[in-house]
């Protein structure tokens, strides 16, 4: 299903309220509360996505234009072009890719197709500003990139969950949390670092005036710390080729190729 405004008011002919006491106003409020939170983040992406076509003419990003299947009819899709779906009842974010590198060092985990898939594992079908949108929806909060002047603050936001689903040689589906694809290379060990929802930032062309969401660029889930990530390790990670921290973790790592989905989640505070 393709998001658009009628998937608000569908919610809202399907709400149901359990009878409340009149003795218990607070429980009855809070249960309203809590619809109304649902019903926002559902106005959040009935808004974006009937946007879209105006945000793509304003705002460029990486080329996703050819219309793709549906794998997912059950769930909330937010772009007949670009693969993200939403579960709302379990409150994550599916991503589609394929696998961009099997081994070597990175700079990032994944990125949007056609930008830095020369170090990054994962290369995904979908702009990063349309996946920050969808972060929103399931209630996931950005906080600050990471800060390198006057000192070295580390990125702050939401924990994000990532987790990588594939379907292996003997066509098995297989689970793996993302962090047992890279490999810390002082170590030897796979990566334990959960990241955080820093946001990214815009950027304004100042002879167009123009704003570029700058994780479009690349930066999408990072290892290296860049100011521009949309998530990123709140550690001290190096961005020199001559101390990357990380590499991809090549015999965990599925075939270059491989058809993979991200799924994003909230994590452990």
Not at 264 to 269: H, L, Q, T
């Amino acid at each position: 299903m393709v998001a658009d405004c009628s998937t608000v008011f569908n919610f809202l002919r399907r709400a149901r309220v359990n009878a409340m006491p009149l003795a218990s106003p607070l429980r009855f409020l809070l249960s309203w509360l809590a619809i109304a939170s649902t019903l926002l983040h559902f106005a959040v992406i009935a808004l974006v996505v009937s946007g879209l076509k105006a945000s793509a003419e304003e705002t460029p990003a990486p080329s996703v234009t050819e219309v793709s299947a549906d794998r997912h009819p059950e769930l909330t899709r937010l772009s007949p072009t670009e693969e993200v779906w939403i579960d709302a009842k379990a409150k994550e974010v599916l991503v589609g890719g394929k696998i961009a590198i099997d081994k070597g060092p990175i700079e990032f985990f994944a990125c949007p197709k056609d930008t830095k898939e020369h170090e990054s594992i994962v290369a995904v079908r979908s702009s990063a500003r349309l996946i920050h949108t969808a972060l929103l929806a399931i209630g996931l909060q950005p906080g600050k990139p990471v800060a390198f002047d006057p000192a070295y603050v580390p990125a702050s936001g939401a924990v994000v969950r990532v987790t990588m689903r594939w379907i292996d040689a003997k066509q098995v589906t297989q689970e793996a949390r993302a962090q047992d694809w890279i490999r810390n290379t002082k170590t030897g060990k796979a990566t334990e670092e959960e990241w955080v929802f820093a946001g990214s930032s815009l950027w304004t062309d100042s002879t167009t005036g123009k704003d570029y969401y700058q994780a479009d660029g690349g930066d999408l889930i990072c290892v290296s710390n860049f100011p521009t990530a949309m998530l990123d390790l709140p550690v001290k990670s190096s961005q020199s080729n001559q101390a990357l921290l990380f590499e991809a973790f090549e015999e965990r790592v599925p075939p270059h190729d491989t058809e993979v989905e991200i799924i994003f989640s909230a994590g452990k505070k």
